[in-house]
């Protein structure tokens, strides 16, 4: 079947490296911000949230950061594994605003 | 954990059919809403509900009607299938939250096709 993946842009990343996957937004008055992660033929899965009076937010392997200055959110992976091959993509909640993804391919 | 499901997981239908799309949550949750996905579109918000009975258009309202009469069931229908609708389609749900939104939780998807 067709993957979500298609005409996105790709990051391939090595195994073990850390994956910095972005997302820009336009509003400054954006307030809550989620990255998702979605397997081919799956839904979106929750990965981390950042709330606007936040600049960084940690997670297991995962930190998103929050630069309202230019508005830039970003998720990094850290050591990244074959089961991290996905697209991933923000959204930011309040708008209903989600981004189009970035396909991650994790070559081993 | 949250768990939202889908009805069906892939759908085929034919031009003119009359469709519908069912999501469940077992959160309690008070919103919900129906987004279709399309490759290198992104998601795009057809409807949603905030209470029972309740709805409000999203982006891409046309064609499409929703109905919501228990709080953890909201159906999608597509009143005259056509090849256009073709896609992905997510059901999420989330809790009110922090100024009326809060995280969204989503389900597995239905593929629809439609001949």
């Known amino acids: 079947g067709e993957s979500v993946g298609l005409h996105l842009p790709t990051l391939s990343v090595q195994e073990g490296d850390n994956s910095i996957i972005n997302c820009a937004y336009s509003n400054s008055a954006s307030d809550y911000f989620i990255w998702y992660k979605q397997e081919s033929g799956k839904g979106p899965q929750f990965i981390i949230d950042?709330?606007?009076?936040?600049d960084k937010r940690q997670g297991q392997r995962v930190t998103v950061l929050l630069n309202k200055t230019v508005k830039h959110l970003s998720l990094q992976i850290a050591a990244t594994q074959p089961g991290d091959s996905a697209v991933y993509f923000c959204?930011?909640?309040?708008?209903?605003?989600f981004g189009k993804g970035n396909q991650v391919v994790v070559i081993p | 954990d949250v768990k939202v499901t889908q009805s069906s997981r892939y759908l085929v239908k034919r031009t003119g059919e009359k469709v519908f799309l069912e999501c469940v949550q077992d959160m309690d949750h008070e919103n919900m809403f129906w987004y279709r996905q399309d490759p290198g579109l992104g998601l795009r918000l057809i409807y949603f509900s905030y209470d029972v009975k309740m709805k409000e258009k999203g982006d891409i309202p046309e064609g499409y009607s929703v109905s919501r009469e228990k709080k953890e069931r909201f159906s999608l229908i597509l009143e005259s299938a056509s090849t256009n609708q073709t896609s992905m389609y997510l059901c999420?749900?989330?809790?009110?939250?922090?100024?009326?939104?809060?995280?969204?939780?989503f389900g597995p998807g239905t593929r629809l096709t439609v001949l």
């Open positions: 950042i709330r606007s009076n936040m």
């Open positions: 959204a930011e909640i309040t708008r209903l605003a």
């Open positions: 999420a749900s989330s809790s009110l939250g922090t100024g009326g939104v809060d995280t969204q939780y």
